[in-house]
């Protein structure tokens, strides 16, 4: 299993610019999310999912958006980077049945200038 | 105020040392407590978690959760340079198996 793949690793935006940052687990995991982590800020969750075609949000929401089309991947849309959204963005995942096991990918670094 | 305070360090300790890394919190509905491990450069990683009070112990690595000081704690005994990494905590309520709450996380350094 490759687990939790995220790609690209590194990505350098300007502003305005959208792009899609890419997810997919092969775990077959019902449970995705999205978080951000800023330097002091911690993790925090920016869209989660529970399911193919069902997606809420988390603390952290505007500017991006997500779908959720199939269990396997969680693509994650800014929309119009802001110089805001430079940070690490985290994908993970889990079972319904392990609520606390969740299963993280490598990260994507992104600047936005 | 964060709901989940820990301090950045970054805390450095001789290899061999006894580790003691800590979080403090505001929410009492907080239930399930986690710790995970993060290498440079790479996604957290689970190390462990409990559900309300006590202790949990894994190997060299002990979970402490002092619901009453909301307080929770771990320990790493006979710490070794691989244990190099930030350590976050995490916590969630019981109904809220989405939404967790996670420390800014402490850089601990094990010198060999």
């Known amino acids: 299993n490759a687990g939790v793949t995220q790609t690209p690793k590194f990505q350098v935006l300007k502003t305005g610019q959208s792009m899609t940052l890419q997810c997919a687990q092969d775990?077959?995991?019902?449970?995705m999310s999205w978080y951000r982590q800023d330097p002091g800020m911690g993790l925090r969750l920016i869209h989660y999912?529970?399911?193919?075609?069902?997606?809420d949000q988390g603390e952290v929401p505007n500017g991006y958006n997500v779908s959720r089309s199939t269990t396997e991947d969680f693509p994650l849309r800014l929309l119009s980077a802001a110089p805001s959204q430079t940070s690490v963005y985290f994908c993970a995942s889990r079972t319904g049945t392990r609520d606390n096991e969740q299963f993280f990918g490598p990260g994507t670094r992104l600047t936005v200038l | 105020q964060k709901e989940v305070e820990q301090d950045p360090g970054p805390l450095s300790v001789p290899e061999g040392a006894i580790v003691s890394l800590n979080c403090t919190y505001s929410?009492?509905?907080?239930?399930?407590f986690m710790w995970y491990r993060q290498y440079s450069r790479k996604g957290p990683e689970l190390l462990m978690y409990t559900y309300s009070s006590g202790n949990k112990e894994d190997g060299r690595f002990t979970a402490q959760v002092d619901k009453s000081s909301k307080y929770i704690s771990l320990f790493i005994r006979d710490s070794q340079p691989s244990d190099s990494a930030t350590y976050l905590c995490?916590?969630?309520?019981?109904?809220?198996?989405?939404?967790?709450?996670f420390g800014s996380g402490t850089r601990l350094s094990i010198r060999p």
């Open positions: 929410n009492s509905a907080f239930q399930y």
């Open positions: 995490a916590m969630r309520r019981y109904s809220s198996a989405s939404k967790i709450i």
């Open positions: 775990m077959n995991h019902e449970y």
């Open positions: 999912s529970v399911g193919a075609g069902i997606t």
